[in-house]
């Protein structure tokens, strides 16, 4: 008789003894250093820089898009933006809760993540709008004009970031109003 395992039991027989022989492998005695949670050098601050939620993520991610559109691979750049962009508005929102949550309570603490929470959202709207470029390269108005919108309604018309904005809503021929009017006054005439 012939008693052969499938070969689905022999490759899951074989991932186990590998998770286990590592389970048992020596760990680094560095690693292996008991963490005293009352001592003071525990109070400090993590660094971020090596997480992806971080200031420093979103901008690995930013410098990673900008060489894919160098290289002129803008499946990845608009890949890499939109990473960047959700980073950069999931750190602008934690920021401005924390904000709320401080609010009237520490000043200090409420105005620095105040600070945050405007800054990441700087940031988030850069990444839209270089997003809303390269949705342009590539041919596809029908994916940059809502963001080319989201910057409008998040920068104002009036500020830089804006105004590009609007003057690529204007080169794709979605407004037909130029923005800020030439000669001038942006008011309407009455």
């Known amino acids: ?15 186990s003894v590998i ?4 389970l048992l492998a020596p760990v680094n005695a560095q690693q292996a250093q008991p963490i005293d949670p009352n001592s003071p050098n525990n109070l400090r601050p993590t660094a971020q820089n090596n997480s992806l939620l971080s ?7 930013m410098k990673e898009a900008e060489q894919a559109v160098a290289a002129q691979n803008y499946t990845l750049a608009a890949k ?8 950069y508005n999931q750190l602008s929102n934690f920021y401005q809760d924390l904000n709320s949550s401080f609010s009237g309570i520490d000043n200090r603490v409420s105005d620095s993540q105040r600070q945050r929470a ?8 850069e990444a839209t709008y270089q997003l809303a470029l390269v949705h342009r390269a590539q041919n596809q108005p029908e994916l940059a004009v809502p963001l080319l919108v989201q910057i ?3 920068q104002n018309p009036t500020r830089d970031l804006g105004k590009k904005a609007y003057q690529q809503l204007f080169e794709l021929g979605f407004v037909d109003s130029p923005f800020p009017r030439q000669g001038g006054s942006s008011s309407s005439q009455k």
């Open 1 to 15: 008789m012939n008693f052969a395992a499938p070969a689905s039991v022999i490759r899951l027989t074989s991932l």
């Open 19 to 22: 998770a286990a022989l590592t």
């Open 55 to 61: 200031l420093e993520g979103g901008e690995r991610l």
């Open 80 to 87: 890499k933006l939109q990473e960047a962009r959700q980073v």
């Open 118 to 125: 405007l800054l990441t959202a700087q940031k988030r709207d």
């Open 152 to 154: 409008i309604k998040s």
